[in-house]
């Protein structure tokens, strides 16, 4: 932050001696103070406790006729920040407090330097819109007009902290005083671990429960989709964050507090607090204990020396994202459009744990989401909720499952039913039955490629015929981490590199049902790190898929059994990218990197 200069604190100062808040002796030691100690006036001035921050902003108020306001009571409004980089407000001494209208309101701390007010006019005032820092929210436009405030540098300087720390940064710092109030630093490194007993914590002591809260809000604010709690024996226990498919270590809390943080975490999911030799599996509405409406999917399992290792699943209420938006190549699209504009037939979503299938298929059925059609799901759990559709939370311990959910559905007068999984035979029979009584059906399953399901369900039981003929398509998918769009770099690859994904393409006429001719120089991109992606070059993620849409010839191949090899070749033959192709394809389109397709990907 600029500092004023000593003719300006002087004049701050003879403000304050005519307005007998200070003598001039005062103002004479004041002045010399603050040349000694290279501080500011102001600050020599308060800190001596001489007078009252409002009644030295009310002198300078009644001089200036600017209105004073003490930032210290209210909150920094963080929607405002892209209005104002962090350079340009501690240059000019600044910070937006809000926005009414037109009007925003800006609080200063040198009233006098009219060349700052002037610029902060021209750059407030100007026409061109700002993006938000994180580059997803909408851009923010300037307002026409500002109104100034008056406040201190040390006022100002505790309100930046605030205002211009992310989320996540914040979350940090309360972690950091949750630790300090535990007596722990926050780089914590087992000294005192076998100091303390674990009579001596318990589940209903404050820090306990403000730790709990605290990790479960870091994790929401870090954009993780599961926590990981690993006690030790003989060590502490570790706290991991997945975030964007990997898991990273974010602290350790020392052992003794073990026992303490699976009680409480227990207690919040109503599980049974005495039991530590069985999985248990449960849910937490955080909204009754936290300020975020977020919804936790808990498991408890036991390990090795009488320890219980804790997932949690973040499940936050997220609304369904369109079709178009879904990151799927335009053959995809296509493709997924026509089997979902069916009538009827049955459309699966596979992959592993974790993938996007739930968000896919809430895509799809957004997509034909209209007033003229029934749809009812059944989800374990309900993770996105969607008007208009007929949502159904199921409950196996009480032997509502999906059996009993779609036979139920079948009674409700349904066009279309999205069923979560279909995990056995009976739920996979009764979903082809109602494809071929004039039902639209979705469901999910945990497989690894798209003809591999056909062989997965076939195994379970299915009538072959029943099954070739209900079966519209198969979209199968996996995630990637997507390059960080605010510091990837292009590069051109290596002939040795270019040959590599040739082959894994698999030739180069595969190859060239990209558009891209390998033989002509062709650009990537690659990782670089910034801040926004915390130094991994990374940040996000998207769909890689694979489309296998039912033809004459794969029924014939259904009817009779075929290998998996076979399937996938006419899948192939009828247009389908594999995933790995489909990965190849989003490299060349700059969002990911090869290394990041071989990752996820076999074949």
């Known amino acids: 932050m600029a500092r004023r200069s000593q003719v300006m604190d002087k004049k701050i100062s003879r403000i304050l001696v005519d307005k007998k808040l200070i003598t ?4 004479i030691g004041l002045l010399q103070k603050a040349q000694e100690e290279n501080n500011p006036f102001e600050l020599v001035l308060l800190g001596g406790n001489i007078i009252s921050e409002g009644a ?3 002198a300078l108020a009644n001089v200036t006729n600017i209105a004073p306001i003490l930032l210290s009571q209210y909150t920094p409004n963080k929607k405002l920040q892209p209005l104002f980089p962090k350079e340009k407000a501690e240059l000019w001494g600044v910070i937006p407090v809000e926005q009414v209208k037109d009007i925003l309101t800006i609080a200063i701390t040198d009233p006098f330097n009219i060349l700052v007010l002037d610029e902060i006019k021209s750059f407030i005032t100007s026409s061109e819109e700002v993006a938000a820092p994180d580059g997803k929210k909408k851009v923010t436009k300037r307002p026409k007009y500002f109104f100034p405030v008056l406040t201190t540098e040390s006022a100002l300087k505790k309100s930046y902290e605030e205002f211009f720390k992310s989320e996540s940064e914040l979350m940090e710092d309360k972690m950091g005083e949750v630790l300090q109030e535990l007596n722990l630093d926050p780089n914590y490194i087992a ?4 100091k303390k007993d674990d009579s001596e914590v318990t589940e209903d ?17 870090s954009g993780a989709s599961d926590i990981h709690l690993e006690p030790y024996t003989d060590k502490d226990i570790v706290v991991r964050f997945r975030v964007d498919g990997d898991c990273k270590k974010i602290m350790e809390i020392p052992k003794h507090y073990k026992n303490a943080l699976a009680s409480r975490i227990k207690i919040m999911c109503g599980l049974d607090i005495a039991e530590r030799r069985l999985p248990q599996d449960g849910k937490i509405k955080f909204k009754n204990y936290g300020p975020r409406d977020i919804e936790l999917r808990v498991a408890v399992i036991p390990t090795v020396g009488g320890n219980e290792d804790i997932v949690m699943r973040i499940l936050a209420a997220s609304k369904p994202m369109p079709l178009e938006k879904a990151g799927m190549t335009e053959s995809v699209y296509k493709g997924t459009k026509s089997c979902v504009d ?6 699966l979503v596979v992959g592993p744990t974790g993938s996007g299938k739930t968000t896919t298929l809430h895509s799809c059925m957004g997509y034909i989401n209209t007033e003229d059609m029934k749809i009812w799901t059944a989800e374990d759990p309900v993770e996105i909720t969607q008007y208009g559709l007929r949502q ?7 032997g509502y499952d999906f059996k009993r959910a779609m036979r139920a559905f079948l009674r409700g007068d349904p066009d279309v039913v999205m069923i979560g999984e279909m995990r056995d035979l009976e739920t996979a029979a ?19 490629n798209a003809p591999e399901t056909i062989i997965r369900l076939l195994d379970l039981g299915i009538d072959p015929f029943s099954f070739a003929d209900a079966l519209l398509g198969v979209l199968a998918q996996r995630l990637i981490r997507t ?7 292009e590069y051109s690859p290596s002939p040795e590199e270019v040959e590599h994904m040739i082959n894994e393409m698999g030739g180069v006429d595969q190859f060239r049902r990209t558009g891209i001719d390998p033989h002509i120089p062709f650009k990537l991109f690659q990782p670089v790190g910034c801040q926004v992606c915390n130094g991994t070059g990374m940040k996000g993620r998207m769909g890689i898929h694979e489309l296998l849409i039912t033809s004459p010839e794969m029924k014939r191949l259904i009817f009779s059994r075929a290998k998996g090899a076979d399937l996938r070749a006419e899948a192939v033959r009828n247009g389908m990218f594999t995933l790995k192709q489909d990965g190849i394809i989003k490299t060349l389109a700059g969002h990911t990197t090869f290394k990041e397709i071989l990752s996820v990907c076999i074949e």
Do not use: M
């Not at 069916?342 to 459309?347: D, R």
């Not at 159904?392 to 009480?398: L, W």
């Not at 009764?430 to 690894?448: D, K, P, Q, R, W």
């Open 430 to 448: 009764i979903g082809i039955e109602a494809s071929l009584t004039g039902h639209l059906v979705f469901s999910t399953l945990h497989t690894n």
């Open 392 to 398: 159904v939370q199921c409950h196996p311990k009480i």
């Open 342 to 347: 069916k009538p009827y037939g049955i459309f």
């Open 191 to 194: 000294d005192e671990a076998d």
């Open 24 to 27: 001039e002796e005062q103002q």
């Open 483 to 489: 390059l960080c769009k605010g510091c990837k770099r």
């Open 205 to 221: 002591d404050s820090a306990i429960v403000k730790l709990v809260n605290t990790i479960i809000l870091q994790a929401y604010s």
């Open 56 to 58: 030295y902003l009310g």
